[in-house]
């Protein structure tokens, strides 16, 4: 059981905009940024939103983030067939001193 | 730019130690924490510890018991023991430098399987 609920699946068709949901609490989400990870099959997770809303260099503008409360999202627009990969939602927790992440969901496009 | 690789035995028996290192390279390990994750099989990430260029660390609470992060400035490597290892312990290990709490880069990840 993760700390950072996610659905465990999402899906899209090219072209498509779809949205990925994170939920916390107020020991991690509610009190501190929110950072998100693509995970394309059989690689090592790559950062793709840092500090709520803020894309690293290369990582286009298609996808995006934000943040309110104890949730967060992250949003992908024009989807691509790249873009079929499991995603994850991270964020410190006061509580254990440390990160926590979001159980991923798995985004197929159809 | 820095980046990370892990090496390691790929196979451990069961209540021996899982012993890992991390080579950094492209860049100083003097500086940001450099944490350990692990994904098992089919599953998700676990954040398993930090350790800072001091030595300093911080290890998640329900992996305190077993786990023991270093750090050589010297060779730019920090590395992971965990003790003793079950099945549950099977899993990707991935080195990663922590920047403001964000993972950014990853090392590759190696697969360690413990069983007999």
């Known amino acids: 059981q993760s700390v950072l609920t996610q659905p465990p699946s999402a899906s899209g068709t090219p072209g498509q905009r779809v949205t990925i949901s994170c939920s916390g609490s107020?020991?991690?989400?509610?009190?501190?940024?929110v950072d998100w990870y693509q995970q394309l099959p059989g690689t090592a997770p790559k950062l793709l939103i840092y500090?709520?809303?803020q894309r690293p260099s290369g990582v286009p503008d298609r996808f995006s983030g934000s943040k309110s409360g104890t949730s967060a999202s992250l949003a992908i627009s024009g989807l691509q067939s790249e873009d079929e990969a499991d995603y994850y939602c991270?964020?410190?927790?006061?509580?254990?001193?440390?990160?926590?992440f979001g159980g991923g969901t798995k985004l197929t496009v159809l | 730019q820095v980046q990370l690789q892990e090496s390691g035995p790929g196979l451990v028996r069961p209540s021996e130690t899982l012993s890992l290192t991390c080579t950094v390279s492209?860049?100083?390990?003097?500086?940001?924490?450099w944490s350990w994750i692990r994904q098992p099989p089919g599953k998700g990430l676990e954040w398993i510890g930090q350790?800072?260029?001091?030595?300093?660390?911080n290890y998640n609470p329900s992996l305190r018991s077993r786990v023991t992060m270093s750090i050589d400035t010297s060779k730019n490597q920090f590395s992971l023991k965990v003790s003793p290892v079950t099945a549950a312990d099977t899993a990707v290990y991935y080195c990663?430098?922590?920047?403001?709490?964000?993972?950014?880069?990853w090392g590759q990840g190696t697969l360690v399987t413990v069983s007999s």
């Open positions: 991270a964020a410190w927790d006061d509580s254990l001193n440390g990160p926590v």
């Open positions: 350790i800072y260029y001091s030595g300093s660390t």
């Open positions: 492209g860049g100083s390990i003097s500086s940001y924490y």
């Open positions: 990663a430098t922590e920047m403001g709490s964000k993972f950014d880069p």
């Open positions: 107020n020991s991690n989400i509610g009190r501190t940024t």
């Open positions: 500090r709520d809303n």
